[in-house]
T-cell receptor, first 114, second 108 residues
Framework: DTAVSQTPKYLVTQMGNDKSIKCEQN?????MYWYKQDSKKFLKIMFS???????INETVPNRFSPKSPDKAHLNLHINSLELGDSAVYFC?????????????FGPGTRLLVL | DAKTTQPNSMESNEEEPVHLPCNHS???????IHWYRQLPSQGPEYVIH???SNVNNRMASLAIAEDRKSSTLILHRATLRDAAVYYC?????????FGAGTRLTVKP
């Protein structure tokens, strides 16, 4: 009964490919997020969605496109993968959009672009 | 551009208390102080948060200075499973920015 799950856990791919990472939460939360953790271990928010609507869109290349089919899912599609996209990507959710709300993180997807 | 300052690393002995400091001198009146931790190869995990008053939960205590410019996360009895990177985060302007955190090592 994992609260926030991500698939796949590991993803190794070639430069130029297109890939997707899926995220699902079973907590009944309204808000979901994508974070990127780079090799220096800094966690940076990329996107947040509230009830399937985009709330935060940080300065992220438009090769990254989040898609929320329903409020329990927030998938991340990446086009034309580059070496610099290699990182760990974390999905998270919270009850509401306010950042005073506790966020629950998934286990991460480790992306390696060769 | 996290708005908090934490020591890069700290060490503790098992079963002893640990006090993890955080400075946030530019905190605004509406900022909450959150603490998360990240165990090796896992996603961040919520620890505790507060606004003005000290807070206690089953994991830890949070002591907030009267002027709110600093706070301290207190683990009452460190265990080996508490070894992690601890992040002190101010939630401001609908955004949550992680800094480098404090890497806590617990020695048996």
């Amino acid at each position: 009964d994992t609260a926030v799950s991500q698939t796949p856990k590991y993803l190794v791919t070639q430069m130029g490919n297109d890939k997707s990472i899926k995220c699902e939460q079973n907590l009944g939360h309204d808000t979901m997020y994508w974070y990127k953790q780079d090799s220096k271990k800094f966690l940076k928010i990329m996107f947040s969605y509230n009830n399937k609507e985009l709330i935060i869109n940080e300065t992220v290349p438009n090769r990254f496109s989040p898609k929320s089919p329903d409020k329990a899912h927030l998938n991340l599609h990446i086009n034309s993968l580059e070496l610099g996209d290699s990182a760990v990507y974390f999905c998270a959710s919270s009850q509401e959009v306010q950042f005073s709300e506790t966020q629950y993180f998934g286990p991460g997807t480790r992306l390696l672009v060769l | 551009d996290a708005k908090t300052t934490q020591p890069n690393s700290m060490e503790s002995n098992e079963e002893e208390p640990v006090h993890l400091p955080c400075n946030h001198s530019t905190i605004s009146g509406t900022d909450y102080i959150h603490w998360y931790r990240q165990l090796p190869s896992q996603g961040p995990e919520y620890v505790i948060h507060g606004l003005t008053s000290n807070v206690n939960n089953r994991m830890a205590s949070l002591a907030i200075a009267e002027d709110r410019k600093s706070s301290t996360l207190i683990l009452h009895r460190a265990t080996l499973r508490d070894a992690a990177v601890y992040y002190c985060i101010l939630t401001w302007n609908n955004d949550m920015r992680f800094g480098a955190g404090t890497r806590l090592t617990v020695k048996p």
